[in-house]
């Protein structure tokens, strides 16, 4: 229509993540329990949406136990948001954690 007006952005370089750079993983933290019966009861519920979760048992200094339920680790945000989201719809509000990446 108007020759004269037309504007042509400028090239941009797409933004793509290397894997490789990425030095840390994902754990999402369902919940933290005094019980261990408790942690495995969750744990199981995660199952049921498809999940793997694991139970960490935590040794504080002041001699309490906790039983920490830990989802992943997931290498990608992508992947860490699909299992954050279906933690959300069974009502468990989870914790995001990077972890380092050894070696």
Same mark, same amino acid.
């Given at each position: 229509?108007?020759?004269?007006?037309?504007?042509?952005?400028?090239?941009?370089?797409?933004?793509?993540?290397?894997?490789?750079?990425?030095?840390?993983?994902? !754990?999402?933290?369902?919940? @933290?329990?005094?019980?261990?019966?408790? =942690?495995?009861?969750?744990?199981?519920? +995660?199952?049921? #949406?498809?999940?793997?979760?694991?139970?960490?048992?935590?040794?504080?200094?002041?001699?309490?136990?906790?039983?920490?339920?830990? !989802?992943?680790?997931?290498? @990608?945000?992508?992947?860490?948001?699909? =299992?954050?989201?279906?933690?959300?719809? +069974?009502?468990? #509000?989870?914790?995001?954690?990077?972890?380092?990446?050894?070696?």
């Amino acid at each position: 229509m108007l020759p004269e007006s037309e504007v042509v952005p400028p090239p941009v370089q797409e933004y793509s993540p290397s894997p490789n750079i990425q030095d840390f993983s994902y !754990v999402v933290q369902s919940g @933290s329990f005094r019980s261990q019966e408790d =942690a495995e009861r969750q744990r199981a519920q +995660i199952a049921f #949406q498809g999940l793997r979760a694991s139970v960490q048992r935590i040794d504080l200094e002041s001699g309490s136990v906790w039983y920490r339920v830990n !989802v992943g680790p997931f290498e @990608s945000r992508s992947q860490m948001n699909a =299992a954050v989201d279906k933690l959300v719809t +069974i009502n468990i #509000q989870p914790l995001v954690r990077k972890i380092p990446r050894e070696g």
